[in-house]
Each structure stands twice: as C-alpha cells, then as structure tokens.
C-alpha cells in the first residue's frame, strides 16, 4: 500500500498530495475543481520536486491530479486581481510566469523520469505541464488545448513545452486556434505516449513507472539530463556531444555492473547514486 505523506513534513496547505509507493512517488496536483496554477500550488510543486531531486531512494515522479480537470492553466482570477495594483499588475505577472516557466524547468532538470498521468482537461498551462513531463498516458476522454488566442492572451509560454513536444505545425494548429483536441489526437500530435481507458489508468501507469523504476537509477539520470541537452544542438554537435556522456556512462559504476551482469548471465545490483 502506498504511503501517503508530504515532504519535509507539511501537508502543502493541501494543494498536493504525495504517495511513495516503492520507489515511485505520486504528486498529485489537489486544488479541485481546477487545479489551477496558482502562485500557492506552483511553489507547493517546486517544493516536492526539490525534495524529490535529493533523494536516492525516488526513481520515478508521477504526477498526476485529482477531480474531472487535470489542469485549467494559470489562475485567471488570481491574475485579473491584480490589476488594480499600482503597476497594473506587471510585477505580479512576471512572478507567476517566470515561476510557472522555473516549475516547468525543474520537471526537465530532475534527475527522476516524470510520467504525467492525466484524466480530464489540460488547458494552457496545463497543457504545458503535460507536454513538459517526460512521458504522457492519459484516459480516452482526456483533452487538451492551449486556448489563450480565444481570450486575446496567446499562450506564449505553453508554446515552448508545446512546440517541443508537438510536431511543428501541430503546435501552431493548437497555438493559432486555441481549439481543444482529443486523446487520439493528442498521441498523435506527440503530447502524449498513450490513451487508456479511466478504469486503467493508474494501473498502466503504474506499470510503466515500475519498469523505469527497476532501471539504474545513475544511467536514468545521465540519460535524462543527455537527452534534454542534446535537442539543443546540431547533429553534429550532438553526437559529439553524447559520444562524451557515453564515455563517462562507461567509467561509472552501474555500467560496469549492467555489463558485467549480462555477461556473467545474471541480474544486475544497481547501487550507483543518480
């Protein structure tokens, strides 16, 4: 059975739920009906990731939400609030934005796969929470759309998850008429790996994250960290690039004994740190 517990002992002011089961952690989004981006569930988010980043015994975050939404994106009304401010809420709005683009770097930057496992709607930020995720399995219901050119706000910042994760054209299809589209379209698209039906969602997730789980954790962390870098570069560039990770990957210890299990017919013992 999962356990069910906050990291450094608080409870998030309940806007995140966080269950270890094994060497997986659960994080799931808790602000119903929305599970908007709020300053508040950003920074809740932030925390748990950098408390998950320094432990040894995490090999997987899934991150999931709870209620019919996934994630509605930022928090209109806590944004339109501000607008009285003296500023017309200018330094407001670079906080939530720069925090909401430092929380989708976090995801990249963690040592530990993420898989988003999402039931509902992903809308703007929402849709670049999903898109920022490593993996994506989502029910068959499940939607997504990144809508801000509807309400003359163009969803600049979901646009470099997006566009990163989406074919090109697909993401200026999503971008440029801010229409919602299916599961099915989404997993071709490549916002997501795969649809499932709701009944087997976290099953099949939680399938996945035990096979990555049962992998070396110090390759996992290398490969990660490799693959984000090298989308940066040039061909060229890459495979110079990851000739250099591959070597170092050879010195560590986990290889030595990946290789050396397969040749001696045996399972591996990881005890490489990430």
Not at 17 to 27: A, D, P, T, Y
Not at 108 to 133: F, H, K, M, W, Y
Request: charged residues 20%; glycine residues 8%; contains cysteine.
């Amino acid at each position: 059975m999962a356990e069910v517990v906050s990291l450094r002992g608080q409870a998030s002011d309940g806007l995140m739920r966080r269950e270890v089961s094994g060497n997986v952690v659960r994080l799931t989004l808790n602000h119903p009906p929305a599970n908007a981006l709020s300053i508040a569930l950003m920074e809740a988010l932030i925390a748990e990731l950098d408390a998950v980043a320094q432990s040894d015994e995490i090999r997987v975050v899934v991150l999931a939400a709870s209620g019919v939404l996934f994630c509605a994106g930022h928090d209109l009304k806590e944004l339109t609030a501000h607008r009285t401010d003296e500023d017309g809420g200018r330094a407001f709005f670079e906080k939530a934005f720069r925090l909401c683009a430092d929380l989708m770097l976090r995801i990249n930057r963690l040592p530990q796969p993420v898989i988003a496992e999402i039931d509902g709607l992903a809308t703007a930020a929402g849709c670049q929470l999903v898109a920022s995720c490593d993996l994506g399995i989502c029910t068959d219901s499940s939607t997504f759309c990144t809508p801000g050119v509807n309400i003359g706000l163009f969803c600049s910042t979901p646009m470099v998850a997006v566009s990163r994760a989406a074919h090109r054209k697909q993401a200026m299809e999503m971008l440029l008429t801010g229409e919602t589209i299916d599961a099915s379209t989404a997993k071709d698209f490549g916002l997501v790996n795969r649809i499932v039906p709701k009944q087997y969602l976290q099953q099949v997730v939680d399938k996945y994250a035990a096979v990555i789980a049962s992998k070396s954790p110090q390759a996992l962390a290398i490969g990660k960290q490799a693959f984000y870098r090298q989308l940066e570069m040039e061909t060229v560039e890459a495979y110079d690039f990851a000739a250099g990770v591959m070597v170092d990957n050879m010195l560590k210890a986990d290889a030595k004994e990946g290789i050396g299990a397969v040749l001696g017919k045996r399972l591996p013992e990881w005890r490489g740190k990430k």
